[in-house]
Nanobody, 129 residues
């Protein structure tokens, strides 16, 4: 079992930055790949970013909509995964969710919300124009 708690959301002007944090419980945190998803009102939950590793290498996955503006990272010693978002746009407004999954393979796997077993409650990000 993994419990996830997001923080760091808020109201920011377009062009600003936010850093979202996800704190995970459990001693097996390092076994999980981690992802961020978001859901805007009236829309499906969509993939934002994910981080995994295999064979000593770390892999990063980003949605095209945030690529170049966002960075996902993790600190296994602190059981934390971060999402740094820069150059925010009004269309980034959504509830952002942290999620955990067992190690899979490839962007298709990690970008699919059905691949994730554990979810946080979400944190609201609002970007004003």
């Amino acid at each position: 079992q993994v419990q996830l708690v997001e923080s760091g959301g808020g109201l920011v002007q377009a062009g600003g930055s936010l850093r979202l944090s996800c704190a995970a419980s459990g001693r097996t945190f390092s076994r999980y790949a981690m992802g961020w998803f978001r859901q805007a009102p009236g829309k499906e939950r969509e993939f934002v970013a994910a981080i995994s590793w295999s064979g000593g290498s770390t892999y990063y996955y980003y949605a095209d909509s945030v690529k170049g503006r966002s960075t996902i990272s993790r600190d296994n010693a602190k059981n934390t995964v971060l999402l740094q978002m820069n150059c925010l746009k009004p269309e980034d407004t959504a509830v952002y969710y942290c999620a955990a999954t067992g190690m899979g393979s490839g962007s298709t796997y990690y970008s699919s919300k059905g691949s994730y077993d554990y979810w946080g409650q979400g944190t609201q990000v609002t970007v004003s124009s």
